[in-house]
């Protein structure tokens, strides 16, 4: 079965169960408005019975998730919810009692626990297997539940009230009519999530990810490793950073969803999670975070100020789709595959723990009846502007990125090609090597890198007003003097610094953007050469690009942004070759090393479908030698 048929059970399967949670929570609501509660404190009611199990049992779902196949876990799991929502219905069907309605809804909630980590921990393996980027897999399954989140809420507002008889007498299937449990009737609500959850116990049959690792171990141990790993987890600033920001935008979200419109902002979520698939850059796509949180402000001063509700409640939800999704990503991504599962049940313990205390703070307000819904709202708008200077702090350069890109993407459309795509390391010391055609090619290159890259720039362009203060305070860019001949290179031992931080280093080893168009690309320059003698370890990715010459910012026709147009859809088309190490023989001629990338630079073409180029290591050169290692525009 191909990968991207499997993601797509997976998809049914997680919305079949979650369709099926959301049946069971309105119903319960609906039931306890009957009791005389509003619906704001029958929402907030609920809620703590069905998050608990994804508190107080995070190190068992964590070890679960570890231990055994996720696929088992998926169909064992919805088995299990298939279970307790036959059980739900059972005490539903005996018109009772408060405590056993919210028993029920704890059990399923249980269920729901484990599943939902063993499902985000196999996300990495599908965006492996299916060649998508993660957080365009995390926002097609992201849609998922906020489709089921709308259409759960409109069923069990439909058929709350009926019962399993009337329903099948509705859709005339009335030999199935004498089917009861217990003392009453069947809730045609739960009937309906009974059937769901049998939906996505058969739709988990067919998710299968070889690629997903596993990590066996005796059960003690597997409980102990949940401790274990959320101290790595925690120590790790990327990883915690992006789990509590979630936690944070997240429960302000839930609190300002449960006062009303759950639907209209799930229906804006699912835009949101569309709109953030798109952004497949693993760093960039943070730069959402920043704009998205300014968003949730607006929506939430939108409804204090009282007017046009459903709007402000559309653009609520649209704002938490772009949040979240890359904030889940980034956490799975920094998480170790041998962790996924920990990981996964910490991710869901810290997020219902922080959903649920500012949810039990409002409703206990509004039961006392000290606030209104202006000032509720005007409290949670306070803290989403609080998060939004907290995250333009953080992720200053990722929007900037983000909101460049926009540009960028009306004047070329950038493609990539070759395995570097897949197999580029996303932490770790990076050298990348490139031909250089025109200004932008840096910035083609940072669309399609799964990295942050940290160029090397001639003091021509860093030394400008404002392209000074971007180039050192966000993007961190490498100074190269622009001088004709020097005996010293600093900017070679700053780059070395930056791969000791496990930072990507981007170099153009021509040392000079292409002039001339019989002149596909200079010798190399001996800058890289003496990067690599002193980090030998350090991976090189060689790429490739095409379609620069010509564009608007090259040299074709005379100086760049001058006697041509500016570009509209240009195509500019990218070949990445696999990281490689350089073998320690090679390194230690100086002229063969340059060869051999120039060589490999060249080579790479053949992933774009383009004929080779040869190379002439003895063709006469400019002027400008070569052997100094920056004497030119950009190093």
Excluded at 36 to 64: E, K, M, Q, R, Y
Excluded at 246 to 275: D, H, K, N, Q, R
Excluded at 502 to 517: A, H, K, T, W
Aim: proline residues 7%; hydrophobic residues 50%.
């Amino acid at each position: 079965m191909p990968p991207r048929v499997r993601l797509l059970s997976l998809w049914l399967s997680q919305l079949a169960r979650s369709l099926a949670d959301i049946c069971l929570r309105v119903f319960l609501v609906l039931q306890f408005s009957q009791q005389g509660l509003d619906g704001l404190s029958a929402w907030f009611l609920t809620l703590p019975f069905f998050v608990a199990p994804f508190i107080l049992l995070a190190p068992l779902n964590g070890a679960l998730s570890n231990i055994l196949p996720k696929r088992a876990l998926l169909i064992s799991s919805a088995s299990f919810c298939l279970c307790m929502t036959a059980l739900f219905g059972f005490f539903a069907g005996m018109q009772g009692d408060f405590w056993l309605w919210c028993i029920g809804l704890m059990l399923v909630g249980a269920g729901q626990a484990v599943y939902s980590s063993a499902r985000y921990a196999i996300l990495p393996a599908a965006a492996y297997e299916t060649r998508w980027p993660l957080n365009r897999v995390m926002g097609f399954i992201e849609t998922g539940r906020a489709l089921a989140a709308v259409a759960g809420f409109f069923l069990a507002w439909t058929l709350h009230n009926r019962s399993w008889s009337e329903l099948l007498s509705a859709l005339r299937w009335n030999w199935l009519s004498s089917i009861s449990i217990g003392y009453g009737e069947f809730p045609a609500a739960v009937a309906v999530a009974f059937g769901f959850d049998l939906l996505a116990m058969l739709s988990a049959l067919a998710v299968r990810f070889p690629s997903d690792p596993r990590r066996p171990e005796a059960p003690v141990a597997a409980l102990a490793g949940f401790f274990r790993d959320t101290r790595v987890l925690g120590n790790d600033r990327t990883a915690s950073g992006s789990l509590l920001s979630l936690a944070y935008f997240l429960g302000v979200i839930t609190a300002g969803m449960g006062a009303g419109f759950v639907p209209a902002v799930e229906i804006g979520s699912m835009a949101g999670c569309l709109l953030s698939a798109f952004q497949g850059h693993p760093r960039r796509m943070l730069g959402l975070v920043p704009l998205a949180a300014i968003g949730l402000t607006a929506s939430l001063v939108w409804a204090a100020m009282g007017s046009h509700l459903l709007g402000a409640y559309l653009l609520l939800g649209w704002m938490a789709g772009l949040l979240t999704v890359p904030l889940r990503t980034e956490y799975l991504l920094t998480t170790p595959a041998q962790m996924r599962g920990n990981g996964m049940a910490l991710m869901n313990a810290t997020t219902s723990f922080a959903t649920l205390v500012p949810a039990l703070l409002i409703s206990q307000m509004a039961w006392l009846g000290i606030t209104t819904r202006a000032i509720y709202f005007w409290l949670l708008a306070g803290c989403a502007a609080l998060g939004a200077v907290v995250a333009w702090r953080v992720l200053l350069r990722e929007a900037i990125e983000q909101l460049g890109e926009m540009v960028l993407c009306v004047m070329y459309r950038i493609r990539v090609r070759g395995p570097g795509c897949f197999q580029m390391p996303l932490n770790g010391p990076l050298l990348v090597v490139a031909n250089h055609t025109a200004w932008f090619d840096p910035l083609w290159l940072a669309k399609v890198l799964p990295r942050q890259l940290t160029p090397m720039m001639t003091s021509k362009f860093f030394d400008l007003p404002i392209l000074h203060w971007l180039m050192r305070n966000v993007a961190g860019a490498i100074r190269v003097p622009a001088t004709p001949f020097r005996r010293e290179a600093p900017e070679l031992q700053e780059a070395v610094t930056a791969l000791d931080r496990g930072s990507c280093v981007l170099i153009f080893p021509e040392g000079y953007m292409r002039r001339r168009p019989e002149q596909t690309v200079r010798h190399f320059g001996q800058g890289v050469w003496r990067i690599l003698c002193q980090r030998p370890e350090t991976p090189v990715v060689v790429c490739w690009i095409e379609g620069g010459w010509g564009s608007y910012a090259s040299y074709c026709g005379g100086p760049p942004t001058v006697n041509k147009p500016p570009d509209f859809r240009r195509p500019i088309d990218i070949a990445v070759e696999a990281p490689q190490r350089l073998d320690p023989a090679l390194l230690a001629d100086q002229q063969a090393t340059r060869n051999y990338l120039m060589r490999a630079c060249l080579e790479a073409r053949r992933h774009l479908g383009l004929p080779p180029l040869s190379l002439h290591p003895g063709a006469p050169e400019p002027a400008t030698s070569n052997d100094d290692p920056c004497e030119n525009e950009e190093c």
